[in-house]
């Protein structure tokens, strides 16, 4: 069996910014528009500086996040809901704090709640897919990438891990289904050739898995899952000499490689 790495981080994680503009541009724009509420009493007789509406503080939240202030930054997008109940781009990242903070089931009802507000932004459906992801509900991670893919069917990345959740259900065929219209859309990313080549692998299309390897392998000439994988691959079809061949590149990189020559050699033991 091949042996199956942590998930992929992502590449980044998504940032704000091009939402925060939108809202800025959309504040701005509204010259008729009443301006948002601010909280009384107490509040009122704080500096103006700490009086900041809803849009200022998401850009503070986003700072204090950037700076991995995570505690305070949740404080500023709480603040920023309390002035403004329906700034969806609040609420989104909050969540994508909780999320860097581990707290999943709060960062996936803040999705939901700027997917409520905003249904048709694909990086909210996304974003709490990827959470879905991490509770192991893997049935509403497809369905929400599945919903960024409609609504965004140019990004690569909702195929990415849609494709994922296939394979981590046993869904081979929709699997590399997905991962193959990633590598449409993005052809350098070395990380969708890996996670098509395992899934190969795991539904025993051993050549085409080695095939894979050496794509992610030419984009990536560290990934030493890579080298790993498709050793064990070489071997499973025979090509024990191949197979060397990437151990030795694994000890070049600087790991150790004693559990995969045992299971190499357990392999060959059921040839």
């Known amino acids: 069996m091949l042996n199956y790495p942590t998930m992929p981080t992502l590449p980044k994680m998504l940032t704000s910014l091009p939402i925060l503009l939108a809202t800025l541009l959309a504040i701005a724009c509204t010259s008729d528009a009443t301006p948002p509420s601010l909280p009384t009493a107490a509040s009122t007789q704080q500096p103006a500086a700490t009086r900041l509406p809803s849009s ?22 709480d603040a920023a809901i309390a002035l403004d ?24 009802a803040d999705y939901g709640e700027a997917i409520r507000l905003e249904p048709g932004e694909f990086r909210f459906h996304y974003r709490r897919g990827y ?21 965004a069917p140019g990004d690569s990345s909702s195929y990415f891990e849609r494709g994922y959740s296939y394979t981590e259900l046993g869904d081979y065929p929709r699997a590399i289904a997905d991962f193959t219209e ?38 990536n000439d560290g990934m030493v899952d890579a080298y790993w994988d498709r050793a064990l691959a070489q071997t499973r079809l025979g090509n024990d000499q191949a197979a060397q061949a990437d151990l030795d ?16 050699d357990e392999i060959k033991g059921q040839r």
């Open 131 to 151: 959470a879905y992801i991490d509770t192991d509900d893997l049935e509403a991670a497809i369905i929400d990438f599945s919903e960024a893919i409609r609504l």
């Open 182 to 219: 990633a590598i449409r859309l993005d052809p350098a990313d070395a990380d969708v050739y890996f996670e098509r080549a395992y899934t190969y692998g795991a539904s025993g299309q051993y050549q085409l898995a080695v095939q894979d390897y050496g794509e992610a392998i030419r984009l």
């Open 249 to 264: 590149r694994i000890v070049e990189l600087g790991w150790d490689v004693a559990e995969l020559e045992l299971e190499i």
């Open 56 to 77: 200022d503080r998401v850009v503070a939240g986003v700072e204090l996040f950037d700076a991995g202030a995570f505690g305070a930054a949740v404080g500023e997008f």
């Open 85 to 108: 109940p329906d700034d969806a781009v609040a609420f989104f990242e909050r969540g994508q704090t909780y999320m860097a903070l581990g707290e999943l089931e709060r960062a996936i």
